[in-house]
Every structure is written in C-alpha cells, then in structure tokens.
C-alpha cells in the first residue's frame, strides 16, 4: 500500500509538472513569439489611429501679402457602429447638410465604413451647431485645414487652386505643390469596450509645407486685373493679357489673364478659364516681331543706325507674293521703319539677314525654346527650321507672319532692349522658406548677352519714337519716357488669315533711359478698331504710369508731372469664409542660426485710418518694430544696428497698413540674438495642430 501510495503522489507530481511545462511553453510562445500580433491586435480593438492634415505653405507677394493660406474647417465623421439609430441618424444628418438620405443611409450601413466614415468636408458653423444639439453617439467634428485665397480672383491663373484632396490643381499651386505640401502627422485615442474615447495622443506632429514668396506685388497686380478686364470689356474682346516685369532682373510683378476665376470657387468655371494664355497658348505676333529683325540686322553690321531704306513706296514683292505697307513709304531711316511700323522695311531688313542669320536671330532671341518662367503649362511656340522656308518665309516671318510665339516669349525679348541686350529668364518664385522664416532657396537672375548696349540702345531709341511720332503716340506716359512697339496680328481661321480676328498689342518699357519696367498688353479679338495702337496701347499707359508710381519712381523733372496718385489697394478684401479661423504656421524655434536680415517686411491689418509716424531716428530696431506694430503700419527695414534714416520722414500722416521703409546702421546699440529671436516670435505666434479631434 505505501508503495502504490507513492506511485501515485509521483504520477500527481509528473501531471503537474508535465502541465507547467505546457503553460511555460504556450506563455512562451505568447509572449515571445506571438506577442507583436497580439499586441496589434489589443491596439485595433482599443486605440483608434488617425492622421493629421498638414497646412500647406503659405503664398506670400514680396511685401509678405498673404495670396494664399489656410483656415480651419470643421468635418463631419461617423463611426456607424456606435450609432444605436442609423436610419433616423441619416434622416436628420441630411436634412442640415443638404445631402441625399438615401445615399448617406446606404454609405452608413457599409461594411467596409463600418469604423470611419466622412460624412461631409467643410461644414458650416450653424450646421456644426444643430448637429452637436443631435447628441448622437457615434457622431463627433474634425478641425481640417482648407486652402483660402483672400484677394479671390486675384493673380488667378498665377496662384492656381488646390483641389477637394489637398493637391495642387494649377499654377503655382501645381508647380510648387512638393514644397509647399506638409508632412502629415498621426494621432491616436484610446477607446472603452462601447468605442468610447478616453484618451489623445499625438505620435507624430504634422509638418508645415514650405511657404513661398512670389515676385508679384499685390498692388500692381491689381492694376493690371483691373485694366486688362476694362481693356476687354471696351473692345467687346475674346480674352486679354497683361504683364509687368522687372527689366533688370525678369522678376514678374503681375501677370493678369482675362477672363478670370475665382481661386475659392473654381468648380463653379470651365476649365478653360484655369489656363494661363500668357504662357500656353500661341499666336503670331505681328509688328512686334520686328524688332528681331531690326536688332539682329543692327547687331550683324548689315544696316546702320542713320541709313536710309527705300520702302518702295510700300510695296515688295518676294517670291511671287506681293506685301503692302498700309501707307505709301519712300525712304525710311533704320528707325523710321520701327516708329511708322514699315512691313517693306522690316522684310529688307530680314532680306538682309537671309533665312539662316534670321532664323538664328530668332532662336537667340528664345523663339523656339521655352523662357523657363516657373509656372505650369508653357509651350515652347512655334520655329521652322530655315531650311524648311518657302520663297516668301522670309518676308512674312520678319514682320511676324509664319512663326508662333507666346505672350511670355514676346516680353522677354522687348525686355532685352530695355535692359542694355541681356536675355533675362522670367521668374515668379522669389525665395522658398521654412516654417520657421528660415530661406530654403533664394532665386538669382539668369541673364544671357543678346546684343551689345550700343545696338539695343539705338533701338531703345527707334521704339521711342514710336510712341513719340509713331504708331503708339497713346501709350506716352506722364511725366516718364516711354518706348515700345504696337502690334497687330491676323488671326489664322480654317488655314487662312481671318479679316476679322486680330491680335492687339502693345509692349514697352518705361521710364527712359534706365528702364524699370517692360510692360506688355494683348487682346484677343477686339471688335471695331483693332489696330495695337487704338486698343493696347492706351492700356499700356494706364498700367505703366501707375506701376511707376506705386514704385515710387520719381518722375522725370523735364517733362509735365503726372496728375494721377498712387494707388492704395486695401487688403483687407473679403474671405471665401468670413467665419473661418485663419491657421497660423506650425513652428519649432529650437535655435536661431542668423540674427540678421538684409530686408524683412512685416505685414499688420490695412485699414483706411491716418496715423502720424514717429521720429524713428536713434532707436534700435526692436523698438521700432514694436511701434510700427502698435500704429498697424509695415516696416520695410534695411541694415542693422540703430536707425538713421527713414521714409516717409517724420511727422507724415500715413494710411493704416502703409510702408514705413527705415535704414539701420551699427552704432551703440547692436541687437542680440535674444532680441532677434523675439522679434521672430513675435512674428511667428505659436500654432495649434493642423487637424485635431473634437467630440
């Protein structure tokens, strides 16, 4: 008996043993080998993981003018599964957001929606409202970012627009869209047995895309909005364009296309609309183009600035066509046959080049090629080889038959006259920068040699007279010289020249002799007059005069003043959603790295109050911030140290939101690196996530 007595206490010890072995192996393999997937499992059925939209950058014109930035919207989710009433949940949901029953019932009841369903993007606040009042289960708000454009159609077909996904659907929104796209962040919250939250948790905070600061000024784009929509609607037009550019650098300070769009609303327009025709669509220039043949034919040596052309009395004939002058020329100096726009005088001059010197004077000039301008959509035209000429190619082709171009192509080589022979590539992006204000990319002119100085000052010269005794006698300006030339096209109409379609323009550059602006205008279709002269040109005087003036180019003293005043745009223009909360940049000063600026510009509120500026002399330029902020004006600063000059001076009664531009100099008072790094603070007020969940 005590020996089966052990026999059994020994098979107990073995089961319990054999028993603990099998629960140290299965503890083992759960918590060794299986562990990853059980703890994914317990993090499915417990944490429920969303991510955060990422604002995009933000769209700045060089005085730091927001064009395009962000505001908070509010989502409306579902989880289906927490909702006790689903049809009666649909029911009510649809009748405040004005959307089908049916088809949010049958999205609800989805089993693939089960967890996660969107109901409706950018709700209205009062909608917001009568919702939360539902107190349904299962039904909470997300804070999205949404793209705004404050000035709406301003700059339209420059800006583009970012579709309902967040992606840039055009210009410089497409272009652009890697930077100034964010980096989405991800956040989580844990949930109860009933998927009822407890707890947020950030894992991973989004990132700012970056912010770009375009060449555009918002001011002068809006003169040239403006003209270019009066231009059109006074000749009954088709579409019109307008550009401006900084002659010395190609920096594009506005670029207008008409018809326009606006950027909050563009599902509401044709796509057609979307179309920057400055740079995507073609046309054949006209008497414009003749300053190709002029310059090339000048700068080769062949004609001479004082010798005369005999015009034939306005005919000639090449190959076995004959072209006409629309007035009987005899002779006609160098510059003449530019000032009376001589269609005989242009193809001796491009008789005199031949076929293959005017063909590589084309290609020199970027016919052919694209200019470079960063914008979506450019056409590089259109050039025929040489040796593909007929007989009479040659004579069409200098007086802009027979060759396609595009408005940006034209600008670019008229502006190579204004600034002493150089071949500029167009720019729109100025500086790219971070979150932080730091520079990413800062764009530097490209500049290609054309012509000597001497050979673009001698058609300067030709192109002043056009405006003085030629065919752009309307487009002289008060107070500044002017110099361009007027353009008039046939349009092609089923394969032949149409006799009553037309391209009207007129480019120049102003003021002489050191210009600061190449200005071009060009309507389509305009109906009555369609000569260049009568239609572009006295728009080329209204855009020129006032975008001198807002640049504060002081007149010439020789000529009668101009009786207009600088325009004042006030930028305090109307949101798409006035209700919405503008989202501020997400920032992380963790160190400065540079405590000094060439330039900064701080924008504040326009409004129209008068304040008197103070005598800024002898302060440091913290100080001097903290006033122009307190005054709600812009301070333009240059240099560093203390200030020593300022403009307008002392004592002047100043628009709310104007430019105070004031220069600092090193003396006794030099700004730390704390100092800067509050100024920078100030400038960059802490933000709040992106996208954050409210219930």
């Not at 098979?11 to 140290?24: A, M």
């Not at 003209?227 to 670029?255: D, F, H, Y």
Request: charge should be positive; aromatic fraction near 8%.
């Amino acid at each position: 008996m005590p020996g089966l007595k052990s026999g059994r206490i020994v098979l107990v010890i073995l089961g319990i043993t054999f028993w603990s072995f099998l629960i140290l192996v299965r503890l083992v393999q759960l918590q060794l080998f299986e562990h990853r997937s059980f703890v994914q499992l317990a993090t499915q059925r417990q944490q429920v993981t969303r991510s955060i939209q990422a604002p995009r950058g933000v769209i700045y014109d060089q005085h730091m003018a927001e064009l395009a930035t962000n505001v908070t919207v509010s989502t409306a989710v579902a989880e289906p599964r927490r909702i006790q009433d689903i049809q009666k949940a649909a029911r009510e949901l649809a009748a405040i957001l004005d959307l089908d029953p049916h088809a949010l019932l049958s999205r609800m009841m989805d089993p693939a929606r089960h967890n996660f369903l969107v109901i409706k993007r950018r709700i209205d606040p009062q909608a917001e409202k009568r919702i939360e009042a539902l107190g349904i289960d299962g039904i909470y708000f997300m804070d999205e970012s949404m793209r705004v454009y404050p000035n709406r159609e301003l700059a339209c077909q420059v800006l583009g627009f970012v579709n309902m996904n967040g992606d840039g659907g055009a210009g410089i929104e497409l272009q652009y869209d890697k930077e100034l796209r964010g980096k989405e962040g991800v956040y989580s919250f844990d949930v109860d047995a009933r998927r009822k939250s407890f707890r947020v948790n950030v894992d991973k905070p989004p990132a700012q895309g970056h912010s770009l600061v375009l060449s555009i000024d918002k001011s002068i784009q809006y003169i040239a909005d403006r003209e270019v929509k009066a231009a059109v609607e006074k000749a009954q037009a088709k579409a019109g364009i307008a550009i401006v550019m900084e002659s010395e650098t190609g920096r594009i300070l506005a670029l207008s296309n008409y018809p326009q769009f606006n950027c909050n609303t563009y599902n509401r327009y044709e796509p057609d609309v979307y179309r920057n025709r400055a740079i995507s669509d073609i046309f054949e220039p006209g008497s414009t183009f003749k300053v190709v043949v002029a310059t090339a034919a000048l700068e080769a040596g062949l004609v001479r600035r004082d010798e005369m052309i005999d015009c034939q009395m306005g005919t000639i004939t090449i190959g076995r066509h004959v072209f006409h002058d629309h007035k009987a020329y005899g002779l006609l100096s160098f510059s003449q046959i530019l000032e009376f726009s001589s269609n005989v005088g242009a193809a001796k001059l491009g008789l005199k080049l031949g076929p293959q010197g005017l063909y590589e004077a084309l290609r020199n000039f970027g016919f052919g090629s694209k200019s470079g301008i960063d914008l979506p959509g450019e056409i590089i035209g259109l050039v025929r080889d040489w040796r593909t000429w007929s007989g009479l190619s040659i004579g069409a082709i200098s007086f802009g038959q027979e060759v396609g171009v595009t408005s940006i192509q034209m600008l670019t080589a008229i502006n190579a006259i204004a600034n002493s022979g150089y071949r500029i590539r167009p720019s729109i992006v100025d500086r790219i920068i971070d979150e932080n204000g730091d520079l990413v990319f800062a764009r530097t002119p490209e500049r290609t040699r054309l012509t000597s100085p001497r050979t673009a000052e001698a058609v300067s010269d030709a192109f002043e007279g056009v405006v003085l005794r030629g065919t752009g006698k309307r487009a002289a300006l008060e107070g500044y010289r002017a110099a361009g030339k007027t353009g008039t096209a046939q349009k092609i109409v089923g394969g032949q020249y149409s006799d009553s379609k037309y391209v009207s323009s007129f480019i120049g550059f102003a003021p002489l002799p050191q210009p600061k602006i190449t200005v071009l205008v060009q309507i389509d279709e305009p109906k009555g007059s369609h000569y260049g002269g009568d239609v572009s040109a006295p728009f080329f005087q209204k855009i020129a005069q006032e975008t001198l003036m807002q640049l504060k180019i002081p007149p010439d003293k020789s000529l009668p003043l101009p009786k207009i005043a600088p325009l004042t745009v006030d930028a305090g223009s109307e949101d798409y959603l006035p209700n919405a909360t503008p989202v501020q940049p997400l920032q992380s000063i963790a160190q400065i790295q540079s405590v000094e600026q060439p330039q900064e510009t701080i924008s504040v509120q326009v409004g129209g109050e008068l304040v008197v500026l103070p005598d800024f002399q002898g302060m440091a330029k913290r100080k001097v911030l903290d006033k122009c902020t307190d005054l709600r004006i812009r301070l333009q600063s240059n240099g560093s140290g203390i200030a020593v000059y300022q403009w307008p001076p002392p004592g002047s009664k100043v628009q709310i939101g104007s430019v105070c531009s004031v220069t600092f100099a090193q003396g006794h008072v030099k700004d730390s690196l704390h100092t800067t790094s509050a100024n920078l603070e100030k400038q960059l007020p802490g933000a709040p996530l992106a996208a954050s969940i409210r219930r």
